[in-house]
Structure formats: C-alpha cells, structure tokens
C-alpha cells in the first residue's frame, strides 16, 4: 500500500457520485486520478431538484457552460422558497425565504427597525426585492448579464434525471474521470482495516486509495461494509415517507414559477417545483401520522386544479420511504460518504445537493496527500458535517415549532417541548428578546445564515420585544439609534425603489430561460 493518496474511487452514480467525481477531479491536485463506478441495474432516485446559490460557483469550477446546464437539464432559475398555510390554515398565509440578504446584512439588523410595522409589510418585501420579484414571475438576471452572474442571487430547479447524464459526459468528457459501468460484488481489506479494492461483476478489480460510497441509501460501504451507526432523527422530524409525481403545463407558454412552493397539509407538506417542459410535485408526510391513502388522495386534489379531476387521477405516483437521519460518522478509515449514503432529511430546504457540495468542496479542498493527513482531515470532515447536520435539523424543525396551526395531532406534536432539539429552544428564547443576526452565526461557513433565520421567524409571524432608544435616553446610545434609524429608513426606501426599477428590466423565467436557449448567454 503505497502511503500517497492518488487514486479516488467513487462507489456509485447519481447526481452524488458525478458532482463528488467533477468537484474533485476539477479541484484536487494534478497527480490525483477520480474513477466512478456505477451500477447499470440501480436506476437513481432522481430526487433534489432543487439546488441554492452554491450550486452556480460548483458548475462554474467544474468548467460547465451554464447555457449548456440549461439547454441539457430541463433547468429553471430558483431564487427561494415560498411557505403557504404553515403558520395556519388561512389561504392568504405565506411567507418567502428568498436567497438574496436583506439590504446591508452585515453593517446594519434591519429587523428592530421593521417590527413597528410588521402588520403593514411583510419582512422579506420591507429589506429586499427578490420576495416581490418572485411573485411576479420574474428572472433573477438579464439576457446580457454574464454566465453565473446575478441581478438577484439565484440557485436552480433542475431535471435530476438529466442532470446526472449531463456531469457524466462532462467529467468523462473534460474532466478525465474514468467511467466504470459493473455492479460491485465485494469489498476487500487491508490489514489495518481500510478498503484496498472492490471486486466488480464485469471490470475486475478496482484499486483504490480513497472510497467515497455515493452508493445512496443502501450505504453499501459505509452502512453496510463499515457498520458505521444510523442516527435518527424521526423523534424531532417526523416525515419518513414522500409520493412524487411529475405534472405537464396545461399550455406549453405557462409561466415558470421562480421559486419552490411548500404548501402545508394535514400531516406534512406538498412540494411543487417548476421547470421548463414539467412540473415536479410531491407530498412529504410521516407515516405514523396518515396513511399513503389519505396522503395521496391530498396530492391529487392539490394538482387537480391545474390538469383537471381526470388526470389527477390517473397520474402516477412514486412512493419514497426513508428514515430521517444521518451515519454517526462520515469519513471511517479511507472511505467517506456523500449523499444519501451519508443521511437524508425531507427536502424542506433542498439541503441534499448542497450537502454532496460542500462535502466534496471539503475533500477537494484539503484532499490528503498522504495516508497519516487523512485521519487528520476526516477529523475535521466528521466535525463539520456534524454540525452542519445539527444546523439542518434545527433550521427545518423551526418551521414547523413557529406554526399556530392545531388542527391535527400531527401540528400539535411537532410543537411539543420533548420534540425541539435544546439547541433550537435557546435560540427561541434569545429571539424573543434579541433578533436573529451575525452574531448567531459561529462558523464562518454556516449551512444557514442568520438571515435565513429571520425569513422564517419573522415570516411567520413571531416577534421579538425589541427595546429602542426612547425619547429620555441620551448620549451614545441615542445618537447611535438615531443614526442607524436614519439608515434603516433609507434603505427601506431604497428597496422599494429597486422593486420599481427590477419590474421595469426583469423578464420572466420563461422569457429567459427561451432566450438563453436560442443566443446562449454571455461567457464574460
């Protein structure tokens, strides 16, 4: 065995395995070689279709065109989320987590200066444009605006199924990675414990210094070779099971929504994501809590408004099991696992492909020269995505602790004090005396920003009893209030004003999206 790492191979395909294969092999050092192994037998789940803003910076590393992303994977611009019925059952309850910061994030807290009106706006609309530019359909960029350039900071809604196809023929392609298509049929061991090979049913023996396991649920080498331990977090996040269903436009011209709609049900949530030539629905639903019944017969009456009773009805509907959580550790000896082999949470927030990033951006980044570094490295990897699945689980349960909605069991118990990490009780009670901001950010890559964490909070509708300088005080601390009073005015004002101007040059995603199809955008 020799003690340089120079041999990374992939276990697996998927949109996992292709973007760990691409951000390693456009990133790691020259002499380090990438080799994926995919099954022919195991179709992926073609799930995660959505993605955040981090995802433009990974496709522009790997050297993609982002007119290319576009013709080839059916994507459309995702500038947020919209929340629908999640804090109660009134049908004009919604809220927006767009992915743009509120204006001056960093230099000034606009949400003391927004709650003494909070009954006359709402916060995303008061400290930035993008919430409004959503709902009226619009683009996050202009035909001229350069590849991977913004107007409005924007992620994607992409076809997984053609999305993995695509970063296969690009890493093969452009990239270097060999492509091996066998069925793994055994795992073997060196001495001290690490993966020496995998013995496959057509290609013989792949040799290896490093496995990463993209190998999804199955966890064929990690979960299963490894036993390395599954967490669960069904005791805070109860959704286990999803139905999708894939819907046509009622006309080929229909708009593109720019943003992913969470609808809340019952007992759990409807997703509906828009593309280019479809749309993507799924309803998310715990099964101690409904049946696939009841849940399916949900799903259908929410999209039969748009295709009609009939083929609501005979739409097919895939079922999706899993068990909220993730593995104890992630990187055990020299295999390390990304993906759904890693863990899986409902997709909420879209958090599974910026979890396969940031975790191949981390091994790219401080990839082991040698054997000795790796278990230095694999440290910090387990340290970091550990916390960022601690940040995942108390960010999505927040949704649901701030609801006000009691009309099911299932509502009820999501709010039950034995359900919410202790983590996400101390930030609850900070918030009601101190808004979200900087300061509860404690790494400097943090998988949710704090403003993240005021979309929600203030979106639905909680409050913080914030203590402003009154006419009495003096000194410093009235000028100081007095003088960030001033700014937060002006730029309340100013983001209207930028609402006015966007409305004027902003097309719609469809509008663009036909246009980056026919003229391509700009490379500069």
């Not at 020269?369 to 916390?387: C, G, Q, Y």
């Amino acid at each position: 065995m020799t003690d340089h790492i120079t041999r990374v191979v992939i276990v697996g395909g998927g949109s996992a395995g292709w973007l760990a294969a691409g951000i390693i092999a456009a990133s790691s050092p020259v002499h380090v070689h990438v080799s994926l192994i995919e099954s022919p037998d195991v179709a992926p789940i073609g799930v995660g279709e959505g993605t955040w803003p981090t995802m433009r910076a990974t496709l522009q590393s790997m050297g993609i065109s982002e007119t290319d992303f576009f013709r080839e994977c059916d994507a459309s611009f995702k500038q947020g989320s919209k929340f629908s019925r999640w804090t109660s059952l009134s049908k004009d309850d919604d809220y927006y987590h767009p992915f743009t910061l509120p204006a001056k994030y960093h230099e000034i807290n606009l949400a003391p200066f927004w709650l003494p009106f909070k009954d006359k706006i709402a916060f995303a609309n008061a400290v930035c444009p993008q919430a409004v530019m959503c709902d009226l359909g619009c683009a996050p960029k202009q035909i001229t605006t350069a590849e991977f350039a913004a107007v409005l900071n924007y992620g994607y809604h992409l076809d997984a199924g053609k999305f993995a196809p695509f970063l296969h023929k690009h890493c093969v392609e452009k990239l270097g990675v060999t492509y091996i298509s066998a069925n793994v049929t055994a795992i073997n061991s060196h001495e001290n414990g690490d993966i020496q090979s995998v013995n496959t049913d057509t290609q013989g023996k792949v040799v290896g210094d490093l496995f990463i396991d993209c190998t999804g649920l199955s966890s064929l080498l990690l979960g299963k070779h490894y036993n390395i331990p599954f967490l669960s977090q069904k005791n805070v996040l109860f959704n286990d099971s999803a139905l999708a269903v894939q819907i046509p436009y009622a006309e080929g011209a229909d708009a593109i929504a720019s943003h992913t709609l969470s609808t809340a049900q019952t007992h759990g949530w409807i997703w509906d994501i828009g593309l280019q030539s479809r749309r993507g629905i799924g309803h998310v639903f715990s099964s101690n809590y409904t049946t696939d019944e009841l849940a399916e017969r949900e799903l259908r009456k929410y999209i039969a408004p748009t295709v009609g009773e009939k083929m609501a009805e005979e739409l097919s509907v895939r079922k999706i099991s899993f068990n909220p959580g993730h593995r104890n550790i992630f990187w055990h000896k020299n295999c390390v696992a990304i993906g759904l082999s890693a863990g899986f949470i409902e997709p909420l927030e879209a958090t599974a492909l910026v979890l396969i990033e940031l975790s191949a951006k981390m091994i790219a980044e401080q990839f082991p020269a040698n054997r000795s570094a790796m278990d230095i490295v694999a440290k910090r990897f387990n340290n970091t995505l550990h916390h960022h699945w601690k940040q995942i689980v108390d960010f999505l349960k927040l949704h649901y602790v701030l609801t006000k909605r009691t009309d099911t069991e299932y509502w009820r118990d999501n709010c039950l004090a034995g359900t919410i990490p202790d983590s996400l009780h101390e930030l609850l009670a900070l918030w009601k005396v101190q808004s979200p901001w900087v300061h509860d950010e404690i790494r400097r890559e943090e998988m949710f920003p704090s403003a993240s964490y005021q979309y929600i909070y203030y979106g639905m509708q909680s409050t913080t009893d914030v203590v402003a300088a009154d006419s009495s005080a003096h000194g410093n601390s009235k000028r100081l209030y007095d003088k960030n009073l001033r700014k937060a005015e002006a730029l309340f004002i100013e983001n209207a004003q930028y609402i006015q101007q966007f409305k004027k040059v902003l097309q719609s995603n469809r509008d663009l999206i036909n246009k980056i199809k026919q003229h391509g955008l700009q490379t500069i």
